[in-house]
């Protein structure tokens, strides 16, 4: 059963750090996209960072350049987010999704997991 779950996020303050792990199952000889989103109430999801399989390729949004970085698991089943001098936009409910295309478009992913809160106090 192919599935997607993240841990690791929490509280912290403003200039602390965080990280993040999302965890792929089920994806045996499939190449596939990690994604990295963010979503606050009443706003669209965000994408944050993302790496092809094999971390051949990487992406940022503009927002979190210099700040993030995402990278990829050595067995290559699941993805890592580093979260630097965070600031107070950054709360959000982050987002794990899997996909077969590396693009910041929510649509283009097909398995997500369940989100964990990222909290960025001042």
């Known amino acids: 059963q192919i599935r997607v779950a993240e841990s690791g996020g929490g509280s912290a303050q403003a200039g602390e750090s965080l990280r993040l792990s999302c965890q792929a199952y089920g994806f045996t000889y499939r190449p596939y996209s990690l994604a990295w989103f963010r979503q606050v109430p009443g706003k669209e999801r965000e994408g944050v960072a993302l790496v092809t399989s094999g971390g051949r390729y990487i992406a940022y949004a503009d927002s979190v350049k210099g700040r993030f970085t995402i990278s990829r698991a050595k067995d290559n089943n699941g993805a890592f987010l580093q979260l630097n001098n965070l600031k107070l936009g950054d709360s959000a409910m982050y987002f794990c999704?899997?996909?077969?295309?590396?693009?910041?478009?929510?649509?283009?992913?097909?398995?997500w997991g369940q989100g964990t809160r990222v909290s960025v106090s001042d």
């Open positions: 999704a899997a996909g077969g295309e590396a693009v910041f478009d929510p649509s283009k992913y097909k398995w």
